[in-house]
């Protein structure tokens, strides 16, 4: 008998599908197969040059050592202003903990109030990490399908429906991944009043994607429109994916102090504190120049409306047009019971979304990831944080791999 065993609620754990699906895309890669990959959820710019500089500077200056467990006090300062001037919410910066990015925010939060039994209701489709990180602190994901014909959002009724005695947390993702669907003022009204209702019920708001909104559209915040929410909702944001800082590994959150308090506890028994570094660099993102922000928007903007017009034209294959974020989820519904040709996976019937995504990739050396992994079926999630060549070539591909399935 083994003297190693992993914990029973850790064994109902899996891996994130886009890690096994990027190490998958290495391993054929090393392989010497010729992969377009679809799969990124990072921007393709780099970090800019003043944040970059900030970092250099602190290392330079000797801010080398251990900050304080919720992250320095300039630091939170920069956050709270940025909740204020972003999203009309105001915070002290002793209801602000810095993290290790904002999956490590969400994580530290269940951790702490999740208890066996305790239900948390996802909207899906979701990102892929918020279901296993509620069974990893022993709760139960309630997922709720959010279909097409609701733009995969929410509904006041659903949300109503899924709500139990047990309900601990919603989470709420806008704009989301994989959709990129953001809420309006009017649908989270709507939500709000459903939670007025039943006040045992908190909300964790991630608004990762707040900043890549396409259009004019405004981002409203579920507490901004109804401040009795404030103290029960986590509000959790990062500079990953706004400033292209995925690899600093700084995320935040911010809430009531006795949940900001429990989360600094677990995070002092854990992780100590965020990089120091990393800090330096992400006070130089909240507080410095954002003039690149339109430009990075409006290059997804531009990369999504092409690979929409190529996605579009090929027969059995719809996508969404997302209001933010940038990912395109594809509606793979006419795909689905057709019969792939004489080659690799000869024959075979593609019964999922999860065999399109395979054949894609086998067939037409694609990477994609299959609907499934994000909790609502047929369809995949394409990337559009590539180049525009990338996405033209992988266009070409689906297109062909497509129109020899029979
Ligand atoms: N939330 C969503 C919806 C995401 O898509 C991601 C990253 O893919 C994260 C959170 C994690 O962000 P971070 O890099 O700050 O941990």
Known sequence: MSAIRIAARLRRVKLSPSSTATDRLAQLRREGRDI?????GEPDFETPEHIRRAAI???ESGQTRYTQTSGTLALRQA???KFA?????HYDPREIIVTVGAKHAIFNALSVSVEPGDEVIIPAPYWVSYPDMVLACDGTPVIVPCPETDGFLLTPAALEAAITPATRWLVLNSPSNPTGAAY????LRGLADVLLRHPQVAVLTDDIYEHIRFGAADNPHIVALEPALRERTLVVNGVSKTYAMTGWRIGYAAGPSELIAAMDMLQSQSTS???SISQAAALAALRGDTGFL???VASYEERRDIAMQRLNAIPGLACYSPDGAFYLWVNCAGLIGKRTPAGGLAGQRLDSDLDVALYLLESAGVAVIGGTSYGLSPYFRASIATS???IEEASRRIAAAVASLV
């Open 57 to 59: 500077d602190a290392i």
């Open 85 to 89: 001037r972003d999203n009309g919410l």
């Open 79 to 81: 956050i709270a202003a």
């Open 388 to 390: 525009v060549e990338v």
């Open 294 to 296: 339109p430009d990075w």
């Open 184 to 187: 309006n003022a009017a649908q």
């Open 36 to 40: 377009v990959s679809l799969l990124v």
């Open 273 to 275: 504190c965020a990089s």
